[in-house]
């Protein structure tokens, strides 16, 4: 599960309602500060690595451009040398190097978007954990009289109410998450990349036009 994820369920989970269900509603609210306190960490270092990602994808490409530059001026040489198969040679090199490029910078822009909407995330669980740690103690003291007098959150909060439990909230997680990966595992099962396999062949289809236009750029800017 990704950082996302995890800081996602963290904070879908009601701990309130779950302080009436247990024996020791202390211990339960002990756990749920520790599980947001992990969850910060662990966002704060997926900040780190989704900006350390972001800013490497972006020298990948802009090398990946470099590089394609160096192959159109190597055409040029083989265009005046006479050997047009190289030229075109050369120039499908720039082409493979551009298509590379161009995934690099999509991968970035994923990273700097992952790491945006983790920001805010992390600012709206840092504050619902400060909210919960000063009034964690009375939280708990207010559970354990409701245990007390037999007068829980559970029936208002629970399935029977008008809302989930975090119990609830956490075996619906779990039973999407199963899904998504069973729906994966169909999909490979009956071969649905085929798709993008048909696309791979029609991009080299692309590329061809793409490069015997230059070609006959090159030449034309050659003559004069």
Known sequence: MGVL?????????????????????????????????????????????????????????????????????????????????????????????????????????AARAEHDELVGLLARLQTEREVFASRKGTLVVEAQARRATGKGLSGKLGATGKGPTALERYEEIERQVDVVEAEREVDDLLGVGKDAQLDARLRELDAGGVVEDELAALKARLRK
């Open 5 to 109: 994820d995890r800081i996602k369920r963290v904070m879908a989970s009601n701990v309130n309602a779950l302080l009436d269900k247990v024996e020791n509603p202390a211990k339960l609210a002990d756990q749920a500060l520790a599980d947001m306190d992990r969850a910060i960490r662990q966002g704060k270092r997926g900040l780190a690595d989704q900006l350390a990602e972001a800013k490497l994808r972006e020298q990948r490409a802009a090398t990946l451009r470099k590089d394609a530059d160096g192959w159109h001026g190597k055409a040029g040489t083989a265009l005046r040398a006479g050997d047009e198969a190289l030229a075109r040679d050369c120039l499908l090199r720039r082409h493979e190097l551009l298509v590379q490029a161009v995934a690099e910078d999509e991968t970035a822009r």
